[in-house]
């Protein structure tokens, strides 16, 4: 396998833009019309995601031990689409298809070798993790929604008892598919540590526009039946060597792998000092302050500052959550959890940037993909 | 795609062209306020048109794609007919580029489902595009509307207090006065009971019957001083009337003759200007310089 000949064919591939992953699903549907059913209605993100995750192994052909861990986890997250050991030969096919019909003469069959030894890599670790993971979990897991309460018009918080253990740590996210958005799978973080009953609460909030997070809030109803995937993402996690107090800085529902970590720390004995600074536009946004002001009440090491940044008389902060968290700091010595919609990180982070050191800031980096702003 | 002049495939930069998808989904950061910037309206529509223009191209291209890939499988056919034919003419025989990859399917199949995937995708980045709208505008209003509601809330209430606040005054004028009033009252009273005119039970001291007494009082006053006024320009018509009767009277007496009595018997009028007006042109050359 030559590397450099790998990567040269792929930048000329990659010329044509959208037309590559387009090409290479048409084909791929035609020749196995089954797999089409693994894929949402719009394949506009999944086209995007292929040709980068092939541009990712591609670049490191020389040394694809690195994307191992990456392909790893690539093959555990496809079980929970439906992904068996049969679709890999079928991808491989449509694969070279693409290549070969835009590489026209280009194409050759030590080219044709190259790529087929590579993808062959690939398929190997992902089919080798997914077998791996079907060891001691399952595909997904099928959770009922125990409660839905429509706390604000766009704004739901959901219980969920999936059908098995899911194993998770406050501040991971999880994957979530409703059965009124088939095939489109949204990242979200429980709001409780895991509980002795399996419960999960979720705060979910309608983006506008985004179609999972309409029908979970708006169309959702106990008894209906959510697919989970398992838990994901490490960097908004407490860490465990750290005995540094905290400072936490919510937007809306990034309130909630908050009130996780809250759970986390109480439960750990409560040794860390904890700020909680929660954000809305206004006050009556603040969908959960009943159960967090019973937490602070409970709590002598908590302490909850409510921000409104729109509300003109509103009683507590006025500005958005870091603006409450700047105006009490500084916080040189503390761990920082940011957690809101991407606008609203990227906010916090520039902001606190001059305080506090950027390895101390912990950001999640599983967020809602329907969430643009 | 490649120009003549272009550089070879291997010293392409690794291009990450744009999508359609990745053209409908950008965000741009929003000005400063205050800042000059575009009008949001008028860039999302752009990047909205830009997003069909690609996927349009897009198709045009592969459709040329798929002629090219029928012209070329012509050729290999015919090539291959060619060297059938030479072959048959006994030259040497040379081996056929028979291709095991050649796709199931032709491009324009794949062409056609592709170019049905894409009107999907457009269909759907529409429709959630206008609810992204839809929803993003409704919830502007909602905030100006509350913004508003409560700023017009602030306002009534600040008004209202002002309101309160001046009755209050108002009301406190009043209680002065009546304080200073009844303050008055008590002293006449304590007067009357010190002149011994009621026996001073001091409790029993009927203030109805000292209320009557007091309006009755202010009545009387109030009449006096009606009376007064009416008094007083009388009087000052009445004085006027004396003077120019006594000036009248002197020329009289040095005629000899006597004044009549028309101006005496006339009571004085309130308008002192006509009887002295009358008078005047025969008055004037009599008036002492």
Known sequence: MDPVRLKDSWNAVTEHGDQVPLYFYSTLFLNHPEVRELFPASMSTQRDRLVSALGAVVSSA?????????????????????????????????????????????????????????????AQVMTDAAAEAAADSPPWWDAEVISHEQRIVDIAVIRLRPNYRLPYRPGQAISLETPTRPKLWRFYSPANMPAEDGLIE???????????????????????????????????????????????????????????????????GGNRQVHLFWGARWGWELYD??????????????????????????DGVRGNAVEGALHAGPWPDHDVYVCGSPAMVRGSVDALGATVPRDRIHVEEFGNQEDLS | MTTADGPPPSARRPVNRLTPARVRSVQFPRAAVGRRGYSGEA?????????????????????LRAQLDRVRRALKQWQSRQLERRSDTGTHPVVTDADPATPEHSVEAV????????????????????????????????????????????????????????????LAEQEAALAESARLRDEDLTREADRGREPANGVAVDLDELDRRLNWARTFVSALQSVETQLSSSREALSVELDALDRLRQPAADAGATADGTSGEEPPAADT?????????????????
């Open chain 2, 43 to 63: 860039v999302d529509q752009f990047v909205r048109r830009m997003a069909e223009e690609i996927t349009a191209r897009d198709a045009a291209e592969a459709n």
């Open chain 1, 62 to 122: 020389d040394q694809l031990e690195a994307v191992v861990p990456v392909l790893q986890q690539l093959g555990r997250d496809h079980r929970k689409f439906g992904a068996v050991d049969t679709h890999y030969p079928a991808v491989g096919e449509a694969l070279l298809a693409t290549l070969e019909h835009f590489l026209g003469d280009l194409w050759t069959p030590e080219l044709a070798a190259d790529w087929t030894a590579a993808y062959g890599v690939v």
């Open chain 2, 273 to 289: 200007s006509a009887p002295a007006g009358s008078a005047a042109p025969e008055l004037a050359p009599l008036q002492p310089s």
């Open chain 2, 111 to 170: 062409n056609t489902l592709s170019q049905a995937q894409q009107q999907a995708d457009a269909y759907i980045a529409q429709a959630q595009e206008y609810c992204r709208q839809i929803t993003a505008d409704a919830r502007n209003r909602a905030d100006a509307i509350l913004c508003e509601a409560q700023e017009r809330a602030e306002a009534t209430t600040a008004q209202a207090l002002r309101t309160y606040e001046a009755r209050q005054a108002a």
């Open chain 1, 202 to 268: 979720l705060h979910v909030r309608s983006v506008d526009g985004g179609p999972v997070s309409g029908a979970l809030v708006q169309n959702t109803q106990p008894g209906d039946m959510l697919r989970l995937g398992p838990a994901v993402g490490e960097s908004l996690t407490l860490d465990t060597k750290s005995v540094s107090d905290l400072v936490l800085i919510a937007g809306g529902t990034g309130v909630a792998p908050m009130k996780a970590l809250i759970e986390q720390v109480a439960a750990e």
């Open chain 1, 289 to 314: 302050l009943e159960a967090l002001r019973a937490l602070e009440a409970e709590h002598d090491w908590l302490q909850v500052v409510t921000c409104a940044s729109v509300e003109p008389g509103f």
